[in-house]
């Protein structure tokens, strides 16, 4: 199994920045990709932005030149960051740590951390 814990989540104004952090511990050797989502009150969760061993990040159309996800660690542990920057009230949501491995199961989820932007 693998354990995510997030951190970094707060409230700030619009236009400020926040990095958010997540570790991957446990049975971690396979993890090949991890990312965020988000979940805003009444609305369905949505990837925000991923990153996977190779080097390769994905970030979403609304959130692509403010958002930056970057992936690191080894096999003993597995760091995901998501930077984020030039936030607006409309990124308000609860944000979920997602991590893929190759092994069965393969996606595991953390408990979210809150991020609220004021105006």
């Known amino acids: 199994q693998v354990q995510l814990v997030e951190s970094g989540g707060g409230s700030v104004q619009s236009g400020g920045s926040l990095r958010l952090a997540c570790a991957a511990t446990?049975?971690?050797?396979?993890?090949?990709?991890m990312g965020w989502y988000r979940q805003a009150p009444g609305k369905q969760r949505e990837l925000v932005a991923s990153?996977?061993?190779?080097?390769?990040?994905?970030?979403a159309d609304s959130v692509k030149g403010r958002f930056t996800p970057e992936m690191s660690g080894d096999n003993t542990k597995k760091t995901v960051y998501l930077q984020m920057n030039s936030l607006k009230p409309e990124d308000t949501a609860v944000y979920y740590c997602?991590?893929?491995?190759?092994?069965?199961?393969?996606?595991?989820w953390g408990k979210g951390t809150l991020v609220t932007v004021s105006s």
């Open positions: 997602n991590a893929l491995s190759y092994d069965n199961p393969s996606n595991f």
């Open positions: 990153s996977n061993t190779k080097g390769y990040t994905y970030s």
């Open positions: 446990g049975s971690i050797a396979n993890v090949y990709a």
